[in-house]
């Protein structure tokens, strides 16, 4: 049975590739839509990795946003009606990609894992790393 921090971690990697996408929409600027969907996809193949751990211990893969994540997402489409410009989902990402990294960061640091999750954790949060690189990047880049 997958530990309840694997699970939120997955539940967290989800809700980004949903981050992800929803700013790829709101950018006006088209490499920044471009830099974006090519994250949202890199964070994707992260969600498989983690699902494929989940599959393995005989739990359900995570296919849709938690509740959590589904109400900042709304909050995220609200603010982009009103700012559908480059530096708003810049500063999203950026703010996304913090928290993320920061989740699996606590979590390495933790013994909350067992071992082949911890693996599969520590693999991911190379990607998330550079996600969160490529957050502060685009948010000087589009401040």
């Known amino acids: 049975m997958a530990s309840t921090v694997?699970?939120?971690?997955t539940d967290t990697t989800f809700?980004?590739?949903?981050?992800?996408?929803?700013?790829?929409?709101?950018?006006?600027?088209?490499q920044l839509t471009q830099a974006l969907q090519q994250r949202g996809?890199?964070?994707?193949?992260?969600?498989?990795?983690?699902n494929a751990e989940l599959q393995r211990q005989g739990e359900e893969l995570v296919t849709k946003g938690t509740l959590t994540g589904e109400a900042h997402q709304m909050w995220q489409s609200v603010t982009a009606?009103?700012?559908?410009?480059?530096?708003?989902?810049?500063?999203?990402?950026?703010?996304?990609?913090?928290y993320i990294k920061n989740k699996f960061q606590q979590a390495l640091e933790s013994?909350?894992?067992?071992?082949q999750e911890r693996a599969v954790v520590q693999q991911a949060y190379s990607e998330i790393?550079?996600?969160?690189?490529?957050?502060?990047?685009?948010?000087k880049q589009f401040d």
């Open 6 to 9: 694997f699970k939120s971690l």
């Open 15 to 30: 809700d980004s590739v949903e981050g992800y996408r929803q700013a790829a929409e709101t950018a006006n600027n088209p």
């Open 129 to 139: 790393c550079a996600g969160e690189r490529f957050g502060d990047f685009a948010a």
């Open 81 to 98: 009606a009103v700012e559908n410009n480059d530096e708003a989902a810049a500063e999203r990402v950026e703010e996304g990609e913090d």
């Open 41 to 50: 996809q890199e964070r994707g193949q992260t969600l498989q990795q983690m």
């Open 111 to 115: 013994d909350q894992l067992e071992v």
